[in-house]
Nanobody, 124 residues
Framework: QVQLAESGGGLVQAGGSLRVSCLAS????????MGWFRQAPGKEREFVAG????????YYADSVKGRFTISRDNAKNTVYLQMNSLKIEDTAVYFC?????????????????WGQGTQVTVSS
């Protein structure tokens, strides 16, 4: 079992950058595929980015491609989401998720473990 804790959210102006992190407790972090999802007010949670167990493969939602970068440091049990050129519509609670897998996982229902989320607010 793994527990996930997000951090790094906050308030940023449109066009700015922010990096959120997700620290995983427990063992065998390098057996987990990791993902970032987000949920805006009044909307369903949506996939943002995913990364394979060794970081060799990544996948992004079209809405963030070219602006966001997912990465991981298995020595630190941490996955990151670097967000650049932020837009007002990126405002949401950002969740990290984990599942034992050797490939990238992009479907919400396939993830086993979830963090509590961190708020990202982009202002004009």
């Amino acid at each position: 079992q793994v527990q996930l804790a997000e951090s790094g959210g906050g308030l940023v102006q449109a066009g700015g950058s922010l990096r959120v992190s997700c620290l995983a407790s427990g063992r065998l972090f390098n057996t987990y595929a990791m993902g970032w999802f987000r949920q805006a007010p009044g909307k369903e949670r949506e996939f943002v980015a995913g990364i394979s167990w060794n970081g060799g493969s990544t996948y992004y939602a079209d809405s963030v491609k070219g602006r966001f970068t997912i990465s991981r440091d298995n020595a630190k049990n941490t996955v990151y989401l670097q967000m650049n050129s932020l837009k007002i519509e990126d405002t949401a609670v950002y969740f990290c998720a984990a599942v034992v897998s050797s490939t990238v996982v992009i479907t919400e229902v396939d993830y086993r473990y979830w963090g509590q989320g961190t708020q990202v607010t982009v202002s004009s």
